[in-house]
């Protein structure tokens, strides 16, 4: 099986275009080439597919295996992919992902690429819908929530994955180690979480770091960078468009008048290369 390799913001991942060949079991395949040590390396894999609601499909497989409904980093990569091994030559097209169809742009400046602008959609609010229980079906804006034996406040905000956004003082401070699996895993979430941690840095720069679901702890987030100014922006901290600062990048998300996040940011393909399946 060929694949390409890809990082956005050093989010990376294992790109297999299966348009001709589907495989048994992505889950599986994802477990075993996102191993840093065993296998290629990889934070997710993601798979192109043919759709009948759009121009593709993406999916998106974490390293645990487990499927997820989006990925932001993963789509400007799959957009970037399209456009430069010539599945397309169009700038703009649209891709059905558990999200719902969403629409990657390639941005050029003096004709070169320089990165990938996406229509993420709507933000979800509603905590049944994200899902999150305990607040009731209105929004969990700044909420309590108790993880790891502390008291939090959070806000959940679903990009089509659920995402648990906590601000904090010193970003610095917080053992996000020790406890991003505790959160990963809370209760409240009963299909587990994303969790970004992030510091104010002023109301249009927020600093964020995240453990993901399925993945751990990752350079950077594409939906949770969306989730993380829908809640700075609920809570009074950002104005509607700001530069989200990662440990692997900078994402500049607008949360437009139409209701729809705009993420755009880089996508690079590192290496392509066959592996056994
Ligand atoms: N771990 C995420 C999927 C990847 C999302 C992230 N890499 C992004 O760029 O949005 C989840 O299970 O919801």
């Not at 091994?85 to 992902?97: A, I, L, M, P, S």
């Amino acid at each position: 099986m060929e694949f390409t390799k890809w990082q956005g913001c050093g989010n990376d991942f294992v790109l297999i275009d299966c348009r001709e060949r589907e495989l048994a079991d992505y889950g599986a395949f994802a477990k075993k080439v996102s191993d840093r040590h065993f296998g290629i390396g990889a934070d997710g894999v993601l798979v192109v597919l043919d759709s009948n609601r759009a121009d593709y499909r993406m999916r998106i497989f974490n390293t645990d295996g487990s499927e997820a409904e989006m990925c932001g980093n993963g789509i400007r990569c799959f957009a970037r992919y399209l456009r430069d091994h010539g599945v397309t030559d169009r700038d703009k097209f649209t891709v059905e992902t558990g999200a719902g169809i969403l629409v990657p742009e390639i941005v050029r400046q003096d004709g070169a690429i320089t990165g990938v602008r996406v229509d993420m959609g709507e933000p979800v609010l509603a905590a049944d819908e994200v899902p999150v229980t305990g607040y009731g079906s209105g929004r969990a804006v700044d909420v309590p929530i108790e993880v790891a034996g502390s008291d939090w406040r959070m806000t959940a905000v679903s990009m089509g994955n659920p995402h648990c956004v906590v601000f904090v003082d010193d970003l610095a401070s917080v053992p996000i180690e020790r406890i991003g699996h505790l959160f990963e895993t809370q209760a409240r979430f009963p299909k587990k979480t994303n969790t970004e941690f992030v510091q104010v840095l002023d109301r249009t720069h927020l600093r964020m770091r995240v453990w993901e679901r399925g993945a751990a702890i990752t350079l950077a987030c594409g939906t949770g960078s969306c989730a993380t100014l829908v809640a700075a922006v609920l809570t009074g901290r950002s104005e509607r468009a700001a530069d989200i600062i990662l440990d692997g990048g900078t994402l500049h998300n607008e949360w437009a008048a139409d209701n729809h996040l705009y993420m755009t940011g880089p996508a690079v393909e590192v290496f392509s290369g066959t592996v056994e399946v």
